[in-house]
C-alpha cells in the first residue's frame, strides 16, 4: 500500500509570493496533519484536519492556511512568503486523528 | 506547556559500540512518548511508542525506550549501533486535548564511525 504521498518534492518560490503544498494520505485515514521543520530544528505543527474540519491549529499566522477535500486529500497555502518560510514540510496521517501519525518525505520549500 | 528536550545535538558512536539518547519532556498528564528517525531528504519513521504499561518499550531496528515518569526522561538505547543508523533522531510527546498533535524535540544527529 502508497503511504503518505507529497507534492511536490522540491519548490523554489520568491518572497510576497503564494505556495500551495499538496498531500495524499494512506487510504483509509481521515485525518491529516501539517508540520514545518526548519532546518536544524524539530518539526513544529501547523494543522490538524478530520473528516474535511479543522481540529486544531499550532502557533502559526494567518498567511497559513489549509482544506482537506471529501477524498481526504490535503492542501496547504502560504500567502506572502517570507524568507523564513524557508522549509520542509511534512504531511501525516492516520485513520482518525489518533496516534502514531505516519509521514510523507515531505515538500523541500525555498524563498529566495 | 508541553515540550521535550533533547540535550545532546550531536552523538558520535563507532560500529558496534551500544546507544543512547536522552529525551526529557514536560507534560502535565500522562505522556504519550515517540521516537522518530530521519535519514537525511526524508520523512519521520516511527521507532516506538509509549502509551501506557511497560516502561521498557521494543521498537524496530534493535531499538528499545524506557520511560522513567520520576525523571521525566524516555531516553532510546540500541545494544550495537551499525552504521546505517547514522541519522537525525527525534523524540516527542503527543498531545490528545483537541488538536492531538505532536511536540517534538530539536533532534539528535548520530553520526557512526567504522
Known amino acids: 500500500d502508497a503511504g503518505v504521498t507529497q507534492s511536490p518534492t522540491h519548490l523554489i518560490k520568491t518572497r510576497g509570493q503564494h505556495v500551495t503544498l499538496r498531500c495524499s494520505p494512506i487510504?483509509?485515514?481521515?485525518?491529516v496533519s501539517w508540520y514545518q521543520q526548519v532546518l536544524g530544528q524539530g518539526p513544529q505543527f501547523i494543522f490538524q484536519y478530520y473528516e474535511k474540519e479543522e481540529r486544531g491549529r499550532g502557533n502559526f499566522p494567518d498567511r497559513f492556511s489549509a482544506r482537506q477535500f471529501p477524498n481526504y486529500s490535503s492542501e496547504l497555502n502560504v500567502n506572502a512568503l517570507l524568507l523564513g518560510d524557508s522549509a520542509l514540510y511534512l504531511c501525516a496521517s492516520s485513520p482518525r486523528g489518533e496516534q502514531p501519525q505516519h509521514f510523507g518525505d515531505g515538500t523541500r520549500l525555498s524563498i529566495l | 506547556a508541553q515540550s521535550v528536550t533533547q540535550p545532546d545535538i550531536h552523538i558520535t558512536v563507532s560500529e558496534g559500540a551500544s546507544l543512547e539518547l536522552r529525551c526529557n519532556y514536560s507534560?502535565?498528564?500522562?505522556?504519550?512518548l515517540f521516537w522518530y528517525v530521519q535519514s537525511p531528504g526524508q520523512g519521520l519513521q516511527l521507532l516506538l511508542k509509549y502509551f501506557s504499561g511497560d516502561t521498557l518499550v521494543q521498537g524496530i531496528k534493535g531499538f528499545e525506550a524506557e520511560f522513567k515518569r520520576s525523571q521525566s526522561s524516555f531516553n532510546l538505547r540500541k545494544p550495537s549501533v551499525h552504521w546505517s543508523d547514522a541519522a537525525e533522531y527525534f523524540c516527542a510527546v503527543g498531545e490528545f486535548t483537541g488538536a492531538n498533535n505532536l511536540f517534538f524535540g530539536t533532534g539528535t544527529r548520530l553520526t557512526v564511525i567504522p
Open positions: 507534560y502535565g498528564a500522562t505522556p504519550y
Open positions: 487510504s483509509g485515514h481521515k485525518s
